[in-house]
């Protein structure tokens, strides 16, 4: 019965963790207020970049999130994140399961997955924990939440745009998201460009940054059509991406707020957490 709640469980956040890391990284947020739109004289190309690089200077931040995941259905979730100590805590529904609820922290290298309520198969408590190096120490390999946990322990506004290595990036028009003037661009950028606009990158960047694409790959997914809208600070205040593999259609929706405003994110008490490591590790001291 454990094996099938961390199953569920993971299914939950996975689509969560991973619709925010295959975003490409594109983080920046606008005011909540109107402002002139983004652009000005600068090429599309360049007014993409630009506000992917201010991105990379945000200490924390705030976002909506909806769409759906190859395998996890439409997702919806509301999530803040800091960069320096990295940390986050998101909120998240399935749109296709009424009443499947989630909430993922992550705090000083744990990962926390809970449902808000305890349950006999988790011996009565109401999180999970996934360590993925305490587990893979013990020979686990990738067990529940590994894979979530490397992916999750990565700031995705240190990520460039995914937009920025795209050929073909374009004007679309003025647009308000949020109360906030906009200007909307879009362009199609394959997994392959992506790739090779890599390789002047440090090797830190390029390794982060390659496990991002190669999650589209592993989707079947070779090309991608994005959308971003920046704001007159010259920052993401909308991106969407899209994409259709074998596995089906990824699409979503990443909307931004609360730049660089204090977030605070703390472990549940230890009382209500299951830790899985350390349940292998009696499990193998038994044995």
């Not at 002139?36 to 506000?51: E, T």
């Not at 994005?226 to 259709?244: A, E, L, N, V």
């Amino acid at each position: 019965m454990i094996i099938s709640v961390r199953k569920g469980r993971k299914r939950a956040a996975s689509a969560a963790v991973a619709a925010l890391l295959l975003a490409g990284g594109a983080v920046g947020c606008g005011t909540d207020k109107k402002s002139d739109s983004a652009g000005g004289d600068l090429s599309p190309a360049a007014a993409v970049k630009k506000a992917a690089k201010n991105g990379e200077r945000l200490k924390s931040f705030s976002f909506r999130m909806k769409g759906q995941v190859p395998g996890d259905g439409r997702v919806r979730a509301e999530a803040s994140m800091t960069a320096k100590p990295l940390a986050m805590r998101m909120k998240m529904t399935s749109l296709d399961q009424p009443g499947q609820k989630a909430e993922i922290r992550l705090v000083d290298g744990g990962l926390y997955l809970g449902s808000g309520k305890p349950t006999a198969e988790t011996d009565g408590k109401s999180w999970m924990k996934f360590d993925a190096k305490a587990m893979e120490k013990q020979g686990a390999g990738e067990p529940g939440g590994s894979s979530m946990s490397s992916q999750a322990e990565k700031n995705p506004a240190e990520e460039a745009a995914f937009l920025t290595g795209s050929k073909d990036v374009k004007k679309v028009g003025e647009e308000t998201v949020d109360g906030v003037e906009t200007t909307h661009y879009a362009g199609t950028v394959t997994l392959d460009e992506l790739r090779a606009d890599l390789k002047d990158e440090d090797p830190e960047k390029r390794k982060s940054r390659t496990k991002n694409i190669e999650k589209f790959a592993d989707m079947g997914i070779e090309k991608l059509s994005m959308d971003m809208w920046i704001d007159g600070d010259d920052r993401t205040k909308q991106f969407r991406t899209q994409g259709k593999g074998d596995k089906g259609k990824f699409d979503m929706t990443i909307t931004f707020f609360d730049v660089n405003k204090p977030v605070r994110v703390t472990a549940p008490p230890k009382g209500q957490v299951m830790d899985l490591a350390e349940m292998m590790k009696d499990t193998g001291a038994k044995r």
